[in-house]
């Protein structure tokens, strides 16, 4: 070959070179198998994944047990590393090592399944706020929320005169029509100009029992009310916890406390009402009602009724035989007050309130305020101890001027006390509305 043409081909070779066999894809081939639509395509026609997919599996799968549908992130930002992804299965793992029994199905009617609770920690374990976060917000807020004491009001006017004695007049016939004898308590409160005014509101005795200056009347299971209010303030102290689970060794219940209150309130729940005290102390719960304001009701021991109560119980963990509480409307019309104002801006009053628009006992005030009409709402808790005579109820009455109602009564007759009861609901909630 001449030596001219060695060169010529060299130039040729070097300028085109071979073309690489068919067992390989084109270099943007594998671009293409990244598109959202052909991935999907496959997946819906159940195609064999290309080595692209078979890349991309990994992580999908280690994102789903970890994060709730809702919440994972969308499909055009980076997934997670498989780092992001391995703690997450350990949680719930970690969540019942305080609690030696497993979780009850469905106690109390609060419509929640074990799984769904110890699942929630993984929620709180994927934020990126500091842990104190909460704290520092419910510590800050706090002050204006809730109030120790109603809102002054100028009662030398005349305005307020006629007001009480207009209130007081009603209560008197309501004693009349309803033919009740015994001593009783009634609070009201005018939600609009909140003058207030009662008979026994805020009557209050010496206990020969142990010499305690303590409210008159018995609560009964009022003071569920009460307890729901201890346990919220302390929640927004930071004292309690509203995403921890809280175990309780007498009845084998689980529970978290925003639903335990609503439930303990709705439905009455006397194992959830000794439950809250066992949690908390009588002490401890007489010191948190004397910081918001409330010094004349007393909170003491377990009520009846109820899993493991007895009164040696009752002496043994409190140092009293004494049961439920002593309290006086006054008190309780101020939890109320607290409750109403902040029902809408406040998650633990909102709880309270929702609790007791969900009452199922409603044979006393509202049975008196859908005389007037049936559409009132009445968030309202009841008491009763038919043995002792105590038929109480305290609510909030939406009518078109709403107004706070309480009425404790005692050692007296069904008939007597629940006719007493009705009577004023009615009659109070037509002189709102006619002021309205």
Request: net charge negative.
């Amino acid at each position: 070959m001449p030596l001219k043409i060695i060169p010529a081909i060299l130039i040729v070779t070097l300028i085109f070179p071979p073309i690489p066999g068919s067992s390989g894809k084109p270099g943007n081939t594998a671009f293409e198998a990244f598109s959202p639509h052909e991935s999907s395509h496959q997946a819906q026609a159940g195609a064999i994944p290309t080595q692209a997919d078979d890349w991309l599996k990994p992580s999908i799968q280690e994102e789903m047990p970890g994060v709730d549908p809702v919440e994972s992130p969308p499909s055009h930002e980076p997934l997670p590393s498989v780092e992001t992804q391995q703690p997450l299965p350990e949680a719930p793992l970690s969540t019942p090592a305080n609690n030696v029994n497993p979780p009850a199905p469905e106690q109390g009617g609060s419509g929640q399944n074990p799984g769904a609770e110890s699942a929630e920690p993984l929620h709180g374990a994927e934020g990126t706020a500091p842990p104190d976060v909460p704290q520092e917000e419910c510590t800050a807020e706090e002050p204006s929320v809730i109030t120790d004491s109603f809102p002054q009001a100028d009662l030398s006017t005349v305005e307020y005169t006629i007001f009480k004695n207009e209130v007081l007049g009603i209560i008197k016939k309501a004693e009349q029509v309803s033919g009740i004898k015994t001593t009783y308590g009634v609070f009201v409160m005018d939600l609009v100009n909140n003058y207030t005014c009662g008979v026994n509101e805020n009557l209050t005795r010496i206990d020969p029992y142990d010499n305690m200056l303590e409210g008159y009347f018995n609560s009964a299971s009022v003071v569920k009310l009460f307890q729901g209010y201890i346990l919220c303030d302390m929640m927004r102290r930071g004292e309690l916890s509203a995403e921890e689970t809280y175990y309780d060794a007498v009845t084998g219940r689980r529970f978290k406390l925003l639903n335990m209150i609503k439930t303990m309130i709705s439905y009455s729940d006397n194992n959830y009402s000794n439950a809250s005290l066992r949690l908390i102390g009588n002490q401890k719960s007489n010191e948190v009602l004397d910081r918001l304001g409330i010094h004349n009701s007393r909170i003491y021991g377990e009520m009846s009724g109820a899993i493991g109560y007895s009164r040696k119980n009752n002496l043994a963990r409190y140092g009293t035989e004494k049961r439920c509480a002593r309290i006086t409307p006054r008190d309780t019309g101020l939890i109320l007050y607290n409750v109403y104002v902040n029902r809408e801006t406040d998650i633990y009053m909102k709880t309270i309130h929702e609790g007791l628009l969900g009452n199922i006992y409603n044979t006393r005030i509202p049975v008196g305020v859908s005389r007037v009409n049936r559409k009132y709402a009445v968030a309202h808790k009841t008491g009763t101890n038919s043995q002792l005579g105590i038929y109480n109820d305290a609510g909030i009455i939406y009518c078109k001027r709403p107004f706070i109602l309480v009425v404790f009564t005692q050692s007296t007759t069904q008939k007597a006390g629940e006719n007493f009861i009705r009577s004023l609901a009615e009659q109070l909630t037509r002189y709102f509305d006619g002021k309205a």
